[in-house]
């Protein structure tokens, strides 16, 4: 059961079971969280859109839209890992956040490469449905080894983004190829977008193996969490693989 998403973890488990809601008469069903997935992706898109029309319209709202819901959808999140009964409305709150969110960065690539959110958008859905397909048809399987490798590059990114956050501060631009348009930084972002699409993967799994162990409902909020925010991580790497594409042209 383990992923290279932090919101869907073995220690949701053993906290979901501490709650007592394992005691649910009813459970969890793959088609439940599909449709749950489904509602979170169509509110993250939704927001998106209605946010990225109207801060293009009212620029002065643009860093405090930003802002504020990164941190709200950082707490709502939180929320949906550490307490779990609060997930089936933690969940569309973060959904409903991060399409504010998203709608503020594209705005920010929007102004600089015109008709780069429609490409990531494109490009986003497209990657996921052929992770979905290559799932379906057994192309690729989540097998340990796979596990074991998708969880350690993801957890190498965060580091790697961190560490070159922490020295921006200072000034330190060692590495400057996080951000930059080389060849090292594209391709560095090209191994971001293959690592995101790859948990997509996980967490297609997540949801049949949970669905298969007759977990309680609410999982499936937790799993169609899980999967906005690979997506949501997706489209973001996308964007910037894109403009620092762009910006070699």
């Given at each position: 059961m383990r992923t290279g998403n932090p919101v869907l973890n073995e220690g949701a488990f053993d906290r979901w079971a501490q709650e007592g809601g394992l005691s649910s008469s009813s459970v969890m069903t793959v088609s439940g969280a599909v449709n749950k997935s489904m509602v979170l992706i169509g509110l993250t898109a939704s927001l998106g859109l209605l946010s990225f029309s109207y801060l293009q319209n009212n620029p002065q709202l643009?860093?405090?839209?930003l802002i504020g819901?990164?941190?709200g959808g950082l707490i709502a999140s939180l929320c949906v890992c550490f307490w779990l009964r609060s997930a089936p409305v933690a969940a569309p709150i973060y959904a409903l956040l991060e399409g504010v969110f998203l709608g503020g960065i594209t705005t920010i690539f929007e102004a600089r490469?015109?008709?780069?959110g429609v490409q990531a958008i494109a490009a986003t859905v497209g990657v996921a449905a052929a992770m979905l397909l290559a799932y379906k048809v057994g192309l690729i399987r989540a097998t340990a080894t796979f596990r074991a490798g998708v969880i350690a590059a993801t957890g190498g990114i965060g580091l790697v983004y961190l560490l070159a956050f922490v020295l921006s501060l200072f000034n330190i631009q060692a590495m400057s190829f996080v951000y930059d348009a080389s060849l090292l930084g594209i391709g560095f972002t090209a191994f971001c977008v293959i690592i995101a699409a790859l948990n997509l993967i996980l967490d297609f799994d997540f949801i049949a193996t949970a669905a298969s162990q007759n977990?309680?409902?609410n999982y499936e909020w937790l799993a169609a969490h899980g999967l906005n925010v690979t997506l949501v991580w997706l489209y973001l790497e996308m964007l910037r693989l894109i403009s620092k594409l762009q910006s070699r042209d």
């Amino acid at each position: 059961m383990r992923t290279g998403n932090p919101v869907l973890n073995e220690g949701a488990f053993d906290r979901w079971a501490q709650e007592g809601g394992l005691s649910s008469s009813s459970v969890m069903t793959v088609s439940g969280a599909v449709n749950k997935s489904m509602v979170l992706i169509g509110l993250t898109a939704s927001l998106g859109l209605l946010s990225f029309s109207y801060l293009q319209n009212n620029p002065q709202l643009l860093m405090p839209s930003l802002i504020g819901s990164a941190i709200g959808g950082l707490i709502a999140s939180l929320c949906v890992c550490f307490w779990l009964r609060s997930a089936p409305v933690a969940a569309p709150i973060y959904a409903l956040l991060e399409g504010v969110f998203l709608g503020g960065i594209t705005t920010i690539f929007e102004a600089r490469f015109p008709g780069i959110g429609v490409q990531a958008i494109a490009a986003t859905v497209g990657v996921a449905a052929a992770m979905l397909l290559a799932y379906k048809v057994g192309l690729i399987r989540a097998t340990a080894t796979f596990r074991a490798g998708v969880i350690a590059a993801t957890g190498g990114i965060g580091l790697v983004y961190l560490l070159a956050f922490v020295l921006s501060l200072f000034n330190i631009q060692a590495m400057s190829f996080v951000y930059d348009a080389s060849l090292l930084g594209i391709g560095f972002t090209a191994f971001c977008v293959i690592i995101a699409a790859l948990n997509l993967i996980l967490d297609f799994d997540f949801i049949a193996t949970a669905a298969s162990q007759n977990l309680p409902k609410n999982y499936e909020w937790l799993a169609a969490h899980g999967l906005n925010v690979t997506l949501v991580w997706l489209y973001l790497e996308m964007l910037r693989l894109i403009s620092k594409l762009q910006s070699r042209d």
